[in-house]
């Protein structure tokens, strides 16, 4: 009898530790969000204003379950706002826009957010094996263990033009898909092995014009900073992907339809496309005699 009672006791709590977890997320799904929390998406989140009633109802979804699951943590003395809270939840779900299911950064569990640009100790080895221990400054920083950590100057920065060259959580939470595939290696998960080849072909050309164009001072729509290896090539593309997805398409068409695919959105429709570029003619240099 004792033994029985032990079983339906243990039965009985797994249902619980089952049942109620689902149960707090159904409700935080029901909850609508509040006008003032609407109006921070609609500040801050430039994409929201320009979507269709369905995206918004996708994009509201998925930021109330970003705020059901993750934890905001202050750091430096900063105090966590729902206007901070909504920003950073706002950007981070834009990139689950058109992927499947609900599942909201799985394997994130807090998001930790500074003033303004942290510092970060660093150690560096030459090649002669020599060692140096310094302090890194940094916008933000995505992490394995769980963490996403972020500068809350240059999120909100990002959100207050309508075409910010630079946007710091699309940057970390790009990291956040990458490393879905087991690596942070600018592939994330795709689904199949010819998805994987075509995206290895168009990303790898265009890192190496990207560093080629970082050798020599060459502008364009892509950050120098994506020439610093594959994982912040992926990062610093998505960036540009959704901030400025015209010119993206436009000199990277290739990249554009790979980033098409992947995030199944086409940001274009968020945004008014801009004036024709003018034509690049070129220097003309006379020859040597």
Same mark, same amino acid.
């Given at each position: 009898?004792?033994?029985?009672?032990?079983?339906? !006791?243990?039965v009985?709590?797994?249902?619980? /530790?089952?049942?109620v977890?689902?149960?707090?997320?159904?409700?935080?799904?029901a909850? #609508?969000?509040?006008?003032?929390e609407?109006?921070?998406?609609?500040?801050?989140?430039?994409?929201?204003?320009a979507?269709?009633?369905?995206?918004?109802?996708?994009?509201e $979804?998925?930021?109330?379950?970003?705020?059901?699951?993750?934890?905001?943590?202050?750091?430096?003395?900063?105090?966590?706002?729902?206007?901070?809270?909504?920003?950073?939840?706002? &950007? /981070?779900?834009?990139?689950?826009?058109?992927?499947?299911?609900?599942?909201?950064?799985?394997?994130?569990?807090a998001?930790?957010?500074?003033?303004?640009?942290?510092?970060?100790?660093?150690?560096?080895?030459?090649?002669?094996?020599?060692?140096?221990?310094?302090?890194? +400054?940094?916008?933000?920083?995505?992490?394995g263990?769980?963490?996403?950590?972020?500068?809350? +100057?240059?999120?909100?920065?990002?959100?207050m033009?309508?075409?910010p060259?630079?946007?710091?959580?699309? $940057?970390e939470?790009?990291? &956040?898909? +990458?490393?879905?595939? !087991?690596s942070?290696?600018?592939?994330?998960y795709?689904?199949? &092995?010819e998805?994987?080849?075509?995206?290895?072909?168009?990303?790898?050309?265009?890192?190496?014009?990207?560093?080629?164009?970082?050798?020599? !001072?060459?502008?364009?729509?892509?950050?120098?900073?994506?020439?610093?290896?594959?994982?912040?090539?992926?990062?610093?593309?998505?960036e540009?992907?959704?901030? &400025?997805?015209?010119?993206?398409?436009?000199? $990277? #068409?290739?990249?554009?339809?790979?980033?098409?695919?992947?995030?199944?959105?086409?940001?274009?429709?968020?945004?008014?496309? #801009? /004036?024709?570029?003018?034509?690049?003619?070129?220097?003309?240099?006379?020859?040597?005699?």
């Amino acid at each position: 009898m004792e033994a029985l009672l032990t079983v339906s !006791g243990l039965v009985a709590a797994g249902l619980l /530790a089952w049942g109620v977890p689902r149960w707090r997320l159904h409700r935080a799904l029901a909850r #609508p969000l509040a006008a003032a929390e609407l109006a921070i998406l609609e500040r801050n989140v430039t994409q929201y204003r320009a979507m269709e009633p369905p995206q918004r109802a996708r994009l509201e $979804h998925l930021v109330r379950r970003f705020l059901h699951e993750k934890t905001f943590v202050g750091c430096a003395g900063l105090e966590i706002t729902d206007e901070m809270r909504m920003t950073i939840a706002g &950007q /981070a779900c834009l990139l689950l826009m058109g992927t499947r299911g609900d599942a909201v950064y799985p394997t994130l569990n807090a998001v930790l957010v500074y003033p303004g640009a942290f510092l970060v100790p660093r150690r560096q080895v030459d090649e002669a094996g020599v060692v140096t221990e310094e302090r890194q +400054d940094l916008l933000g920083e995505s992490w394995g263990d769980g963490r996403v950590i972020l500068s809350w +100057d240059h999120v909100r920065r990002a959100g207050m033009t309508d075409a910010p060259s630079h946007n710091v959580v699309l $940057h970390e939470f790009a990291h &956040q898909l +990458d490393s879905e595939s !087991g690596s942070t290696n600018g592939a994330p998960y795709l689904g199949s &092995q010819e998805r994987y080849r075509s995206w290895s072909e168009v990303l790898s050309r265009d890192f190496a014009a990207l560093r080629h164009d970082a050798w020599f !001072g060459h502008e364009g729509v892509l950050d120098h900073y994506g020439a610093t290896n594959p994982a912040e090539f992926f990062a610093v593309a998505t960036e540009a992907y959704f901030e &400025q997805p015209h010119r993206l398409a436009a000199r $990277h #068409p290739a990249l554009y339809e790979e980033f098409l695919k992947y995030y199944r959105v086409d940001p274009r429709a968020w945004q008014a496309a #801009p /004036a024709p570029e003018p034509e690049f003619v070129g220097v003309s240099y006379g020859q040597w005699q």
